[in-house]
């Protein structure tokens, strides 16, 4: 990533982004720990978990914000280079904890048999970090062929989790209450559609688009796609569970 | 903003009012929350919320407070500019998030219909978050037209609210227990008066009212208009949830 090529506008709108990031993640993790006791006690692990990703994502984005200006020096209205590095890494140690939890939090608000909860959850949390391992070596790679080759290696579980989330997940989702069953499919298509982003911003470096923008494009687009997938995803799940408790007469709301 | 006239006195005094909005929004949330058990389960969440409101408003005056903090140098009682900016636009960040959240308050403590509650809060959170968007671009702008511009593109939804707020929620606000109807109608009140503070304010550039005594009186007056339009609004929601709670039996204080 070539930093010099940040105007200190982009600078500042990135920054706002990561500060952003924190506070959206800080207070879904506040709203749904403080929500969690709204919904009968199945359903409480879930949002234990929901609020559990968005609080590392807090603490990651907090992290990120620190490292980006750390890497840059103003005065007098003009930017240049610290020589520190913006630590890019974050976001993969960051995503290698959360990745596999909100597959669990889906699987968990679904209350499947718990045999069916253990199988799903090991397989699609164990392809999510997969994924993410196999991304982290293409991220911090030199030259194009690696960063292309990981690329590829990381898509096949990716794909392996789109599949079980549009096809695998279907005859479960049939078996749940009626009220909910078109949010558990929203929260599932949520997932894929935020999740695309990600490998084709990874392809960026590769097709040229470098500089300024492109690194704005990048850095305020990751912040969205991960509010998307963790924040509004939590809210969702929340959501989820809410309606189902009081279907089920265990709603505390 | 030119900050090379504020006065080491001027520099005090804001850094004071940044402190004072931290503290305020900080002992709201915990005020708010640790009370929340008082109302019944039904508006617990608009409780939940009126405390998230204070605790991003929290963190977003401790940003602001360390931004302004490196933007000038003290010694030997003189005040210089490091060069560092003073982000300003933290206030935007903050705003994007609670601003829909606290219209969202008011509409979860009336307890309307579902259909009402999600299509009222989907409206009215909507519309707050374009004004902010809107108000952006206007505030980080070199030139008098661009302001002036996005000023205009901004009341638009502000209107819009405002209407919503003194004629919209008067029929629901009708039909609001006799006990509560004077608070709710004055919860919206405070959230229009100390609202028209903003707009006011952003045409400030425009007219001339720059240097040190301006830039005193916006930010201080910022301050204060968030704390009415945050901390003391949240305090009557809490207040009007505590009445219906007891109207319907079911308050725990």
């Known amino acids: 990533m070539d930093l010099s090529t940040i105007s200190l506008g982009q600078y500042t709108f990135i920054q706002n982004a990561f500060s952003f990031g924190l506070a959206v993640m800080a207070a879904a993790s506040l709203f749904l720990w403080l929500s969690r006791s709204n919904v009968a006690p199945a359903y409480r692990m879930a949002i234990t978990i929901s609020g559990l990703v968005t609080a590392i994502a807090a603490y990651h984005y907090l992290q990120i ?18 020589g520190y590095p913006f630590n890019q890494a974050y976001r993969y140690v960051d995503w290698l904890l959360t990745v596999p939890l909100l597959l669990i939090e889906l699987i968990l608000v679904m209350r499947l048999s718990r045999s069916e ?9 164990g392809a999510a970090a997969l994924m993410i391992i196999l991304g982290y070596p293409g991220e911090v790679a030199e030259d194009a062929g690696t960063r292309f080759t990981f690329w590829v290696l990381s898509m096949i ?18 078996k749940q209450p009626e009220n909910v069953r078109g949010l558990i499919n929203g929260a599932a298509t949520l997932v894929v559609i935020s999740w695309l982003f990600y490998p084709i911003v990874f392809l960026f470096p590769l097709i040229g688009f470098t500089g300024g923008g492109a690194i704005t494009a990048v850095e305020v687009g990751y912040t969205i796609a991960d509010i998307v997938a963790k924040a509004v995803f939590g809210i969702l799940i929340f959501t989820i569970a809410l309606r189902k408790s009081e279907a089920e007469g265990g709603a505390q709301a």
């Not at 909860?117 to 949390?125: C, D, P």
């Not at 579980?157 to 049939?174: D, E, H, R, T």
């Open 65 to 82: 914000m620190l490292s980006w200006e750390a890497a840059f020096s103003v005065t007098n209205n003009s930017i240049s280079e610290t």
């Open 117 to 125: 909860t253990v199988s799903k959850g090991v397989w699609l949390g």
């Open 157 to 174: 579980p990716f794909i392996y989790i789109v599949y079980q989330l549009v096809v695998g997940l279907k005859g479960s989702i049939a």
